[in-house]
């Protein structure tokens, strides 16, 4: 079991940078896939980048080259990293946690409560 909150959401403009924070607690972060997903006004759910526990990185096509996802398991966080921000990256950001590499947002079972991130052009 995990928990996990995000923060670093915020307003900025096209070409701007943001880097969000997920904080894991209540189970040992270093188990556990992590991904963050976004969720822009009615769309479903969509992946952005995934680690796993072995560091490897995934990207959607749509942030590849400028989003990068790490993870620091002595601090329990996982990061997102958005260079170049574009005004389509405008989205509600989730972190999720879970114990495959999928994509899928059903696939994650723990998530935060996500966190803003408007993209003005």
């Known amino acids: 079991q995990v928990q996990v909150v995000e923060s670093g959401g915020g307003l900025v403009q096209a070409g701007d940078s943001l880097r969000l924070s997920c904080a894991a607690s209540?189970?040992?972060?270093?188990?556990?896939?992590m991904a963050w997903f976004r969720r822009a006004p009615g769309k479903g759910r969509e992946f952005v980048a995934s680690?796993?526990?072995?560091?490897?990185?995934y990207y959607s096509g749509s942030v590849q080259g400028r989003f990068s996802i790490s993870r620091d398991n002595a601090k329990n966080t996982v990061y997102l990293q958005m260079n170049s921000l574009k005004p389509e990256d405008t989205a509600f950001y989730y972190c999720?946690?879970?114990?495959?590499?999928?994509?899928?947002?059903?696939?994650?079972?723990?998530w935060g409560q996500g966190t803003q991130v408007t993209v003005s052009a």
């Open positions: 999720a946690a879970g114990t495959t590499g999928a994509v899928r947002p059903d696939d994650y079972s723990t």
């Open positions: 209540g189970s040992t972060f270093s188990n556990f896939h």
């Open positions: 680690i796993s526990r072995n560091y490897a990185a």
